[in-house]
């Protein structure tokens, strides 16, 4: 019988944890959904950079060529992210890949975005801001619901 978190995420199976350094022990629910809610954001973000990429290269003043290759890498990194939130218990490893992943795309979104790289509309400038606070937001959730395991394991 499978069992749920407060955030309705089902509980993984009791009756043979993984064992190994790497597994997460505790109450990973949160975790699970800050990881699931990232992949279909990136994702969704991913397809409409990729889909779009000639439509929105005027309105964002971002190359279509460099949409569509963002696009690519959004869609690619969105599977990572699913997978690793898929898991009945996040690989740690894994979880810190996507924290540290996010952390260096916020980075590096915020340093684009102050000086102008690529010569972004005001628009786009707004939009590479807005995407760029959503995955702090999402790095830091991850790195709340990474703790929160390991402190419901103490």
């Known amino acids: 019988m499978s ?20 597994v997460l022990r505790g109450d ?10 990232d992949a279909v954001a990136t994702g969704a973000v991913g397809a409409a950079a990729l889909i779009g990429c000639a439509a929105l290269d005027s309105a964002l003043g971002l190359p279509a060529a460099f949409l569509a290759g963002i696009g690519v890498f959004l869609v690619l990194y969105a599977l990572f992210v699913a997978r ?5 218990v996040p690989d740690r490893g894994a979880v810190w890949v996507v924290i540290g992943g996010n952390l ?7 340093v684009t975005a ?21 995955v702090l937001g999402f790095a830091d959730l ?3 619901g990474l703790r929160r395991a390991r402190e419901s394991a103490a």
């Open 84 to 88: 690793a939130g898929s898991a009945p």
């Open 104 to 110: 260096a795309w916020f980075a590096l979104s915020a």
């Open 142 to 144: 991850q790195f709340y």
């Open 114 to 134: 102050a000086a102008g790289w690529l010569g972004p509309t005001g628009l786009g400038t707004v939009m590479i801001v807005i995407q760029a606070v959503a």
């Open 3 to 22: 069992s749920s978190d407060s955030f309705g995420v089902p509980a993984p199976s009791r009756t043979s944890p993984p064992t190994g350094a790497g």
């Open 28 to 37: 990973t629910g949160l975790l699970r959904l800050a990881l699931r809610l």
